[in-house]
Every structure is written in C-alpha cells, then in structure tokens.
C-alpha cells in the first residue's frame, strides 16, 4: 500500500506549532508578525490564492496586508510599492503573487524584495544563497515539498530523483534542494527528450509541469516516491495520480499534498523572519 504524503495533517501541525510562536513573539516584542501580498490585477485564481494566504494568517495569529493593485500597474509602480514595504518595520515578509499582468517586468519586480523579507523565496540572491547552503528562504513549494519528504523520513541521498519542469518557483529551487540533500538529480524541460525513459528508474518523482495528468503511471517505477506540484480545476495534477497512486511507494494527494505545504511554508517563514529582526 503507498503511503500517503498527507500535506494537509502536516500544515495543521504546522499551524499549532507557530500559533504558539506567535504568541510568545507578541508577549516578547510587543507586535505581530506580519505577511504583505501584493495581487496586480483581476486574475480569480490567484485572488484565491491570496486570501488563502490571508486566512492561513489569520488563523495562526499573523496580520496580513493584503495590496490590490489595478491590472495596469505599471513596473515602476510596482517597484514602489515592494520599496515602501521594504522600509516598513511592521512587515516581515512578502509575497508578490505570481503571475503579474504580462506587461509588468516581473523579474525585476521580485528582485527587489529585500532578501530579509524574501519568504517566498524569489529573489536570485535567495536562490543562489539557499543553493550554496549559505542560508536564505528557499521558494515555498519545493521547501514544503522537502518539508514533506522529511516528516514522513523519505530518504534522498544516492536517490535517482527526476524532476519535470524548470521554473524558477518550483523546478530550479526543487532540484537544488534535492541535489544539497545528494539525490542525483535529473532536471526536466519541455525540450527534453525521451521523458518516459528517463522517468523509468527514478526513485523520487516531482512532477511541476503545469499540465493536467501529463505525466503517465506507465512511466513511474513501483516504489517511486510521486510528488505532484501542479494543480488544476477539477482537483486533477501534473500526474495521472489514479494510476501511479498504486504503483508508487508514496505520493501526494491532490487536494491535500503539495498545496497546503506552500502556504504552510510561507507563514512559517514569515514567522522565522520576524524572529529574525528581533534578534
Ligand atoms: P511553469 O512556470 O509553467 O513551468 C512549467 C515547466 O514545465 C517549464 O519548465 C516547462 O519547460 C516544463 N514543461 C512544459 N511542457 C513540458 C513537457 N512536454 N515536458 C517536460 N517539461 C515540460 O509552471 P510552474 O509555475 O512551475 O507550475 C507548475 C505547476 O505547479 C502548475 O500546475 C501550477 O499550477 C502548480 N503550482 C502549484 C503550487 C502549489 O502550491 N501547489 C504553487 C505554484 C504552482 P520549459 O522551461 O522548457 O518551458
């Protein structure tokens, strides 16, 4: 029987465990840690995936900023507002969500978040320290994921582990991890040839294509750890979860696995933060 990689059991521990820390840090500090979103624009999915960041605050103790910006922001505009919540004491991390309106130069956007307050770990200064081990917030999803393969004691080093996609949210960070954990580590694009060979001898899968069930259970080998990052309507994932459920050794469940980590991840790191400029 696979075991269940059950991100949303975990999340509420998670979500104990800070609501304790930030009690304490308001009886120490005499303030609240603090999450800023930033949503540009009028896209329903990611206005859900704001609130849901909002809540997941919420429900800890944490305040939330929550800024909406009109869908012709400009960059500049943009710059503005990560610079003022930059220079804000009272905000200790912040999410910029993820996409921008398509005219807005989003890379530029996320560089300028302050590596302090980098929570989601966007920026290519966090990227590059979290890949040199040198210490910064690693992008939230692959660190839920790790997060995830350490509470259930999945075991990386010498691990064959493929992953499918290379953004820089999910597939670069998640390979670095992997790779600073020893896995082997095979990154795949969508120029790669060959996917279902390559993806015959993993022992860890990540699947983070962006494409609904792309990823076939004929081409996972039984016993292989299946994590699916990719989300769509219709609770449906990256992987044809119905058929690789009973062939893995473990997976994440769709809902319930990957998604509830990311937002766990965020607080979490957002609460580490604030601890952070206190000390
Ligand atoms: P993305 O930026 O669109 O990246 C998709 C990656 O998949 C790209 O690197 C692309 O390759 C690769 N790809 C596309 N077609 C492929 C193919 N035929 N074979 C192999 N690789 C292929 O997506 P993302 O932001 O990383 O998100 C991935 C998934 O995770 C989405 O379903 C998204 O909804 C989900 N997601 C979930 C969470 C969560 O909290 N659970 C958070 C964020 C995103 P190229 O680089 O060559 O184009």
Redesign the pocket.
């Known amino acids: 029987m696979a075991v269940i990689l059950d991100g949303k059991a975990l999340a509420k521990e998670t979500e104990a465990a800070l609501t304790e820390r930030v009690r304490k840090f308001k009886e120490r500090t005499g303030r609240v840690p603090q999450l800023a979103t930033i949503l540009v624009g009028n896209n329903p999915a990611s206005a859900t995936y704001v609130k849901m960041k909002g809540n997941a605050c919420a429900r800890v103790g944490m305040l939330s900023k929550r800024i909406e910006m009109p869908g012709e922001t400009t960059t500049e505009q943009l710059l503005g507002q990560i610079g003022a919540l930059n220079a804000d004491p009272l905000v200790d991390g912040i999410l910029l969500q993820h996409p921008v309106p398509k005219h807005i130069d989003e890379r530029a956007a996320f560089e300028a978040i302050s590596l302090e307050k980098d929570v989601d770990g966007v920026t290519s200064l966090g990227f590059g320290r979290m890949s040199m081990g040198c210490g910064a917030y690693g992008s939230a999803?692959p660190t839920g994921i790790m997060r995830l393969l350490d509470h259930y004691k999945i075991d990386i080093e010498g691990k064959f582990a493929v992953v499918?996609?290379?953004?820089p949210?999910?597939?670069k960070p998640m390979a670095m991890m992997l790779l600073n954990r020893n896995a082997t580590v095979v990154i795949?694009?969508?120029?790669?040839r060959g996917?279902p060979d390559i993806m015959r001898y993993a022992d860890i899968i990540i699947g983070?294509?962006?494409?609904p069930k792309?990823i076939k259970a004929s081409w996972i080998m039984d016993g292989a750890v299946v994590v699916d990052?990719?989300?769509?309507p219709g609770n449906v994932g990256?992987i044809d979860l119905e058929g690789a459920s009973f062939k893995a050794g473990a997976y994440t469940p769709i809902p319930g696995g990957?998604?509830p980590m990311?937002i766990s991840t965020l607080i979490l790191q957002t609460m580490d933060a604030a601890e952070k400029s206190v000390s």
């Open positions: 999803t499918i996609g290379r953004s949210i999910i597939g795949c694009h969508s120029k790669t996917l983070a294509v962006g494409k792309f990052a990719g989300y769509h990256d990957v998604g990311t």
